[in-house]
């Protein structure tokens, strides 16, 4: 499963690289930005009766804008970790790796929002998926999808604040009724520009 999700990541990286290759130096393109921040999924199990759990973590990001800077390929990595969940006490630790494309509509603005659409890989394991459950007997990587977006503040210089992330995290995991998870998930942290000049 770890080559498969160090394949993954690469190929989530390929557009970022092109687009980077494609820029000629001194373009009046946006630097690339890493960004790093805490996560907060909400979820349920089972499914239709709201027994709704909380998981924690953390996650980061990596976008490389390209042409105006409005539009950015975009790969984010999350883990978070739930437990005690429904009355079997179950846990759970939930990764996710998805790639796609961020948009800002004023990308050297002071305060900047954006939305983005990402799709990849969701890797899941604890006793929810491995005990007695729909899921104990599914494949351990599933399709995810992520839609949302958020808000940064850029003070100056290289280092902004990602205020807010909140996006509909779907997964794809047996559940015994429509083997589709609508997760909530709420980030903030710290963005780094990196390249030949900041903004």
């Known amino acids: 499963m770890t080559r498969l999700l160090l394949s993954l990541f690469f190929l989530a990286m390929i557009p970022s690289l092109a687009a980077a290759q494609a820029s000629p130096t001194g373009s009046s393109r946006d ?12 979820s349920n199990a089972p499914p239709a009766q709201c ?11 990596v976008a490389q804008p390209w042409g105006s800077g409005q539009l950015a390929a975009v790969f984010d990595a999350s883990v978070t970790h739930g ?7 179950y846990d759970l630790t939930l990764s996710s790796f998805t790639g796609g494309v961020r948009y800002r509509p004023f990308p ?3 305060w900047s929002p954006f939305g983005q659409v990402l799709i990849g890989v969701a890797a899941a394991s604890g006793t929810l998926v491995e ?11 599933n399709f995810a999808s992520v839609i949302g977006g958020g808000l ?3 003070p100056g210089g ?9 996006d509909y995290f779907l997964t794809t995991y047996r559940n015994g009724v429509n083997d589709h998870q609508n997760n909530l998930r709420i980030g903030a942290g710290l963005v780094y520009r990196f390249g030949r000049r900041s903004r």
């Open 31 to 42: 630097d690339a930005e890493v960004a790093v921040q805490y996560t907060y999924v909400r």
């Open 51 to 61: 027994a709704c759990f909380s998981m924690n973590g953390g996650g980061i990001s």
């Open 83 to 89: 437990g005690k969940i429904a009355p079997g006490g």
């Open 108 to 110: 050297r603005t002071r």
């Open 131 to 141: 005990g007695n459950t729909p899921a104990a007997n599914d494949t351990p990587v």
């Open 152 to 154: 940064d503040y850029r």
């Open 158 to 166: 290289r280092w902004s604040l990602r205020l807010v992330e909140a």
